[in-house]
């Protein structure tokens, strides 16, 4: 046979035509899954490499709320979930103007240096509003940005602040996926969120600066609770001596909380994110943390009951969601609403009266 007769294994033979029972529709269903279960596990074999554009767009995946993208978002997750949690997440929060752009900014930096992969990822209710604070914050982190060991990633924006947080935590798996060992989650607190990123972190720190009392600060005693450590900032300057003081002074209302059940005494520091004085200290206080808890098991004990928590919590938030945007719900809730108000049923019938409303047409 010569060179140019020969027949390769992957042309098709002449005169085999194709089945007829396979209609074009099929074979657009078929073509259409492939294409999607190929784009799925592209993308886990991608993130599982380092790819951050990867990253980037499984995470885009798990912030849509097209119905379509639920169950490949779903399966991205599962399939990157064995090479997750191979980190150390850290929560940090503080009122607007506390710093905690800047400190990441140099902490980060300082991890990266260190020879680390950091993920910073954001817990901003308001930027619902205002599409974004975070978007200012790159540009505060411009080194970080820059920072091929680094990525940062603005905070999904939703309806719920549950849904905004459901969407960090599959967030996080992915970074872990991708290689990133320490994950940082930011978030302003004055809300109902640094609640949300304490159950989903290893280390939660708060960030204050000297000279404000707590009301100003705006910090519910709640918070100074949740602490593993308070790191004043803007410890620079004339400030410096200020800020000494400002840890003399927490460290004594620390000791009043109750004990953690992790056995840490919360630490104080200063520090200041422009000079970088002090940053280095603060990661050597969370190594400190995790060393601690992981000899005492505390380290993954709590991470174990942080999964059976986002389980639960994610069932009550669908649950939620499909009762409110239930149709029957929409067009009774307003008039059950109205008759409570007249008192012409109590909140408890109401609340009874439309729950078996949902329970009946679903
Ligand atoms: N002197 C001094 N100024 C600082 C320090 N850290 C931050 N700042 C300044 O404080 C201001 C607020 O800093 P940000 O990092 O934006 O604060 P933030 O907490 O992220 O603020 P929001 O994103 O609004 O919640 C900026 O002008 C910073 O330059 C510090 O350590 N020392
Ligand atoms: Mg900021």
Not at 280 to 308: C, W
Request: hydrophobic letters at 40%; proline letters at 3%; charged letters at 25%.
């Amino acid at each position: 046979m010569s060179k140019n007769n020969k027949i390769s294994a992957l042309s098709e033979k002449d005169g085999v035509n194709k089945p007829e029972i396979l209609s074009s529709q099929v074979a657009k269903h078929i073509q259409a899954f492939r294409k999607k279960e190929i784009l799925a596990t592209e993308l886990i074999e991608k993130i599982i490499a380092g790819d951050k554009v990867a990253l980037s767009r499984a995470i885009t995946l798990i912030e849509s709320t097209n119905n379509n993208h639920l169950e490949k978002a779903n399966a991205v997750i599962n399939g990157c979930l064995p090479f997750a949690n191979k980190s150390v997440r850290i929560g940090i929060t503080g009122v607007p103007g506390v710093g905690k752009s800047t400190f990441i900014e140099a902490f980060g930096k300082h991890l990266t240096g260190l020879g680390k992969k950091v993920a910073v990822l954001a817990i901003d209710p308001s930027s619902t509003l205002s599409h974004g604070s975070i978007l200012g914050d790159k540009t505060r982190m411009e080194e970080l940005v820059k920072d091929e060991n680094a990525f940062i990633r603005p905070s999904a924006s939703g309806e719920s602040l549950g849904g905004v947080a459901r969407k960090t935590r599959e967030a996080i798996i992915l970074c872990e996926a991708c290689g990133f060992d320490t994950i940082i989650i930011e978030t302003v607190g004055v809300g109902q969120s640094e609640t949300a990123v304490h159950s989903m972190v290893d280390f939660f720190l708060l960030l204050k600066i000297a000279g404000a009392g707590d009301e100003l600060q705006g910090i519910k005693r709640g918070i100074m609770e949740m602490a593993d450590a308070v790191v004043i900032n803007k410890a620079d300057g004339d400030n410096i001596q200020k800020a000494k003081m400002a840890k003399v002074e927490f460290n004594r209302a620390l000791h009043f909380f109750p004990p953690k059940s992790s056995g840490w005494q919360p630490k104080v520091t200063t520090c200041s994110a422009v000079t970088t004085d002090g940053i280095a200290a603060v990661y050597d206080l969370i190594l400190e943390y995790i060393s601690h808890t992981t000899t005492s098991g505390y380290f993954d004990a709590k991470r174990e009951e942080q999964n059976q928590y986002w389980m639960l919590e994610t069932i009550n938030e669908q649950l939620k969601n499909s009762f409110y945007n239930h149709p029957e719900i929409i067009k009774q809730l307003e008039l059950v609403k109205q008759q409570v108000l007249n008192h012409e049923i109590s909140p408890f019938s109401g609340a009874q009266l439309l729950l078996e409303a949902f329970k009946k047409k679903t």
